[in-house]
């Protein structure tokens, strides 16, 4: 699939997030109400654990929560942008290192 059948399929799913290592897809124009998209900033044999981070994170850890927000996860912490803000916003992660 390309980005632009991603975007489609996106808007006739419910409520999804997708987790994706494709730094493309961090765009704040990509912010919608009925999904989000979470951007990994690291390697694939990370990948697995940083979902799990980002699903654990307080600010994350619902649907709802997670809904109309276009995320960049990195070791460093969380950016992102959110539905009808101008502004990008920031997380730091939760756990005690910045390891996963």
Known sequence: MNDEEI???LHRLPRVTLFTRDLGFYRRELCHANYSIVCLAVGPYEAASFIRRCLRHPALNTTSKRLGKVLLATHTGLRLWQLNTKKEGALTWQ??????
């Open 7 to 9: 975007i489609s399929l």
């Open 95 to 100: 756990d005690k290192t910045n390891s996963p």
